[in-house]
Each structure stands twice: as C-alpha cells, then as structure tokens.
C-alpha cells in the first residue's frame, strides 16, 4: 500500500470537517475571510499614510474584501493593487462561498421540512402507520364521516380531527395525490405527512403515537416473492409502540391494525397488550365474494353499506337513555332508518350480535343499537313524523332452509385472497361446489399454497389449472359458460394495481364476447383493486367489488366505533344473520304493497325486510331502506332483500 502524500492527508482533513454542516463551513470561511484581511493589511501597513497602524490597515483590507465599492477611494499603484486582489478574493470567498453555503443549508432545511421529520404537537388525533393503497380511500373516508367523527371527538374530548400518516417518505407528490383524491380536495389541510418506518421509535414519537386517539394500520405491500410478509410488519409495528410505551411509561393507543391471514389475529392480540381491533383484508374480502356466489347481487349491498357517501350504512348508537326501550318501539320513533339488532356484553365481556332479534328484546345499560340509515340524523327521533305503527316479530325457531346445490365455479386469476377464498366456500353447510382455479402460476405451487392454509377441503373439490385467460383461446377451452359463477380476481403478483386491473378488465371484455357467441350467462364477480378503474367499464353486467374501497371503509369505520368489527362479521360469515334475496311470490303480498306492508308480511316468518332488489330498473338496481309509504311496484324477477338468521341466536331474549 503506497503512503498518502501530505497535500491527500490535508485534503482527507478538509473533507471529514465540511462534512459536519452549515456552521462548521461558515466557520472556515470566516477564518479564511479573516486570514486575507491580515494578509492585505500586512501588504499595505508598511505604507504608513493613511494608515494608523497594523490595526486599521487589517480593517481597510477587510472593508475592500466584503464591498468592493471602496476600491475608488484608493490612491497608489501599490495600495490600487493590493485592493484589486483583496475584491477579487472578496468575489470568490465571501460573495460565492458564503453565498453557497447559506443556499445549500437553505436547501437542505426546506428539504427536511417537506420531508416531515418534525415531531407533531398533537394530542387525540388519528394516526395512519404506512402509504399503501388503502391510505388515501381511508383518510377519504375519515374526512368525509362528519357526524361519526363528531362523536369521536366528542369522546376524546378534541375539538378537531387531525390525521397525521407516516410514509416511509414524505413528498410533494403525495400532497399533490391528496389534494386530487374525491373526498379529500381542501380537506389535504387537516392531512399531516411524516417521514420514517413504523418500527422506528423516531418514527413513532414524529407522529406522537401514544397521544393518538386511534392508530391504524393498513397492510404493507410486499411481492409474493418476498420472505417478509405484510404481517411481518404489523407485527413489528406493533412491538414497537408496545416498547415505546413501556420505556415512556405511557398508556398503549387503540389500534385497529389490518392483517392479511386472519391465522395471525392470535398473534397480534399477544404482540399487542392495549385495545386493539383485528380487521382480517383478505378474509373479509373473501367473506364478500363467497357470499356474492351463493346470492348473486349481494355485491350491491355491500358496495353501498360499505362505502362512504353512497347511500345507507350501517350505524351503532348508543344506549342514550333508551334502556327499558324494546326494539319495537325504538323502530316506531325512527322512520327513517332501519332497526337491525343490538350488541350486547356477554359473561366473558365479548360482544354478542343480535341481529333481527324478536322485537320485543327489551334494551338493557351497556347495550348497542345497530342500525341501517342514509345519515347519522336519520338514526335520531324524528319530531316531524308522526310514529309509526308496531311490526311484532319473532324469529323463525327452525333455521331458514337453504336448498342443496351442486355449483360449478371458474376462479380466474391467482392472489394470496385465493386460499382464503376457498376456505370460506368450504365452510358453507350443505353446498357442493366443483371450483376450477386458473392462472399462470404452477400447479404446484398453488397446490401447495391452497394445503397449507386450508388443508383437506371437506365439501368443495378443487381443480388447478394451468393457462392464461388472456389468451383467448385457452379461455374458450375452458367452456365458461358451462360454469355457475365466473370470478376474475385482480393480482397482486404485479408491480401495481393499475396493471393487474388491466389484465382484469381485458379478461373480462374477452370473456363477454365468448359468453355472447355461446348464450349462456353465468354470474361474473370483478375484483378490481384501484378505485380510479371502477368507472372504465362503463355499464356492465358484472358485479364489482373494489378491495381497496371496502377495506378502507371498514378500517375507518372501526376506528371512530370498534364495535363495528363484530357486527360485519356477523353479517358476512357464514351462518348466523345474513342478506339474502325472496321471490315476491313466495309471501303472500297484496298487488299494491308499500315497503311498510312488507315489513309485516316479513315480520310474520322472523325476517326483517331490508329493501327491494329490481332486475328491470333504469337507475340503480339496488333501494335499501326504502321510504315507507311510497308503493314498491313490483315487476317480474324483482327480488325482496332481507336479513335472515340461518342458524338459531341462542337462548330468546325477551
């Protein structure tokens, strides 16, 4: 190894001091501004006139080196010299490098200011741990649940919602995608972003975790491929703030964190000792679309129940002084919403959901009222109306009879939502389902995959085939319109979910021309996972859900009131009370029956009448909570939507 020469170790030295910021380079400068001022002073000081001494000679050089507007003023070739020199260095160090420096450390401050490493001095705020795609759809759904977000703060006592999101970095280009986000627009004001990992307890501290009235945590995105999973990181997150309150001594924040397998919700409820709230994103998701296969244009339902402004949704109110209140009676006061149930505390301090219970179930302290309603007024008493009349109702004793059939469905497309999918198909009792599952990606490994998360199915038989459905002919072999249900899952072993809509979307315009030729029309369910791409198809024939916006919904939901989770898994598992669709003809309705008739008819066989599903309609297909006096008109192949119990609730609770 050849030695370092002495002007190398000098500019070694130089280097690791400049490297040490703004005030350290200022400082040089200031040294070599002062070491030309005594250098030009010792040039003109042996002079004498007019200098009195080495002092003002240091201060006459010093002047010409920081304004050259003294240079006129000098007299002699000498001293016109020397002040020549000291305003050119003047030019370069103190004009340029100053200059610089103060520019550069300028530019930096800005950058770390945009890239929000601040510490926020909030208290009681909502705080988003990641930028995924669910972030901006829930910060859309969080901004746009005034009356909700009203009582939420009215319970942690603050006087504004503020949403503080951690990103991993912080941009200008994410204020811009806010900005331009349908429900956010002006609202980006109340959105702050900081930069940094939820496992890093800097992290934690800039978005002043602990103080949060709520911190959510939607799942990362991670390749297939990858070792560490989504869950991984929840996990972690979770650890982190757990520790970061330990060593602080501060109470642990509600949670509502996000997972990808719903096998890790032990996990998390052991990694995390606080309040916390488990949302299952690809179980819940799954729920959704096997219930969509055995009740075809149960999509509608959801897709307006969960999401943010369009149409009803659903509301859990308080006791607020209604204990002694039967359900019937609370149903009289409300005409404008729907009474569903209640959650009740059982022994080991779980909720029970009771949904479309017997009416006369009296209300009792620590109960909560589920209810169906356009807005939050609308669950409130309404002055204006007159009551009105009693519905009794009783549940049916024996579960509602669901009819044996043998099913065939074509799954196309591959995502980690696959296994748990057929998971909950397999769960439904006395279903026979012949499901073909059909992607690029090998047999084996889907095999495996499907094995190792479900095991042995008990009801269903799989099938796993290998081609590509955007070829149209493998997808004309595979006869699609011999199947009962066709579903086209968007992937996620693509780069983005602009990509794998894509791959969606043109699957599914081939497969409308196939179905065309062949004349048979299965049911068609698209999964789409950017809310941007909903609008593409313009009008379709297939039901769509849009993973991003459901989950979004549910997770926002569930922050400002926990104890939705328990009654939306309720309602979309299997068993227990569930929508489901009625043949008019099958109860005995007189010919022009307004939705209040219904009700009673309904009530007479322990359902709840939920709405009207119209095939024939020129607006929306789906009126949930329809007016009560208005006629319901119905035309052939509408159909009644109604909340059932296919189970028994259990002991009665009159």
Request: with cysteine; net charge negative.
């Amino acid at each position: 190894m050849l030695p370092l020469r002495f002007i190398d170790r000098v500019k070694f030295f130089v280097e690791r001091q400049f490297v040490r910021g703004a005030a350290f380079q200022l400082l040089v400068v200031a040294l070599v501004i002062g070491l030309i001022s005594l250098v030009g002073g010792l040039l003109v000081a042996p002079l004498g006139e007019p200098f009195d001494g080495l002092a003002d000679a240091i201060w006459w050089a010093f002047l010409r080196l920081t304004d050259p507007g003294y240079l006129g003023d000098d007299s002699g070739s000498w001293q016109r010299f020397v002040s020549t020199l000291l305003t050119i260095s003047g030019y370069v160090v103190f004009l340029g490098a100053l200059v610089a420096i103060l520019t550069r450390w300028l530019i930096t401050l800005m950058n770390d200011l945009e890239r929000g490493l601040t510490p926020v001095s909030l208290k009681n705020h909502v705080v988003v741990l990641g930028w995924t795609p669910l972030t901006l759809p829930l910060l859309s759904e969080l901004l746009g649940a005034s009356r909700r977000v009203r009582r939420f703060l009215e319970r942690h006592d603050a006087r504004r919602l503020n949403l503080v999101v951690l990103s991993e970095e912080a941009s200008a280009a994410q204020v811009l995608e806010l900005r331009s986000e349908p429900g956010i627009g002006g609202k980006a004001r109340q959105v702050i972003l900081r930069a940094g990992q939820p496992i890093q307890p800097d992290a934690l501290h800039r978005v002043a975790c602990l103080e949060a009235a709520a911190v959510i945590i939607p799942s990362a995105v991670h390749p297939s491929s990858s070792l560490v999973s989504a869950d991984v990181e929840t996990v972690k997150a979770l650890l982190s703030i757990t520790a970061q309150a330990r060593q602080s001594g501060q109470a642990l924040p509600f949670v509502v964190a996000e997972v990808q397998d719903l096998r890790k919700r032990p996990v998390i409820e052991r990694a995390y000792p606080g309040p916390v709230e488990v949302v299952a994103g690809d179980a819940t998701i799954s729920r959704l679309l096997a219930q969509n296969v055995f009740h075809p244009g149960l999509s509608a339902i959801y897709n307006e129940l969960l999401t943010s402004g369009v149409g009803n949704e659903l509301y859990i109110r308080s006791d607020d002084g209604l204990v002694g209140m039967t359900l019937e009676n609370l149903a009289c006061q409300r005409p404008r919403a729907l009474v569903l149930g209640l959650l009740r505390k059982g022994d080991d301090g779980q909720w029970q959901v009771l949904l479309a219970v017997a009416t006369t179930t009296e209300i009792v302290a620590g109960d909560r009222i589920v209810m169906m309603a356009r807005s939050y007024e609308d669950t409130e008493p309404d002055g204006r109306q007159s009551p009105l009349k009693p519905v009794p109702r009783t549940p049916a004793v024996a579960p509602v009879a669901v009819a044996a059939r043998q099913r065939r469905v074509l799954v196309l497309g591959w995502s980690r939502k696959v296994p748990a999918l057929l998971q909950e198909l397999d769960s439904y009792p006395q279903q026979q389902l012949q499901v073909d599952v059909v992607s690029v990606v090998p047999e084996a490994q889907r095999v495996s995959a499907v094995s190792a998360y479900l095991g042995t199915p008990r009801r269903l038989r799989c099938q796993h085939l290998e081609a590509d459905y955007m070829v149209e002919g493998e997808l004309r072999r595979l006869r699609p319109d011999g199947y009962d249900t066709i579903l086209l899952l968007s992937s996620d072993r693509l780069s983005s979910g602009e990509e794998a809509d894509a791959r969606a979307m043109v699957g599914y315009l081939q497969l409308e021309d196939i179905l065309a030729e062949a004349g048979g029309r299965p049911q068609l369910i698209l999964e789409l996972s950017d809310p941007d791409n909903r609008d593409l198809l313009g009008v379709h024939q297939a039901e769509m859900l849009v993973s991003p916006m459901v989950l979004s919904h549910v997770l926002a939901q569930v922050a400002l009131r926990p104890e939705l989770r328990v009654v939306l898994d309720e309602l979309f598992c299997a068993g227990g009370a569930e929508f489901q669709f009625r043949d008019p003809a099958d109860y005995p309705l007189p010919a022009s029956a307004d939705f209040r008739t219904l009700e009673r008819v309904l009530a007479h066989q322990g359902e709840l009448a939920v709405g009207v599903w119209r095939w024939h309609a020129t607006g929306p297909q789906l009126e949930l909570n329809p007016s009560r006096s208005g006629y319901l008109d119905l035309g052939p192949g509408d159909r009644l939507v109604v909340l059932a119990v296919t189970h028994p609730v259990g002991p009665s609770t009159d």
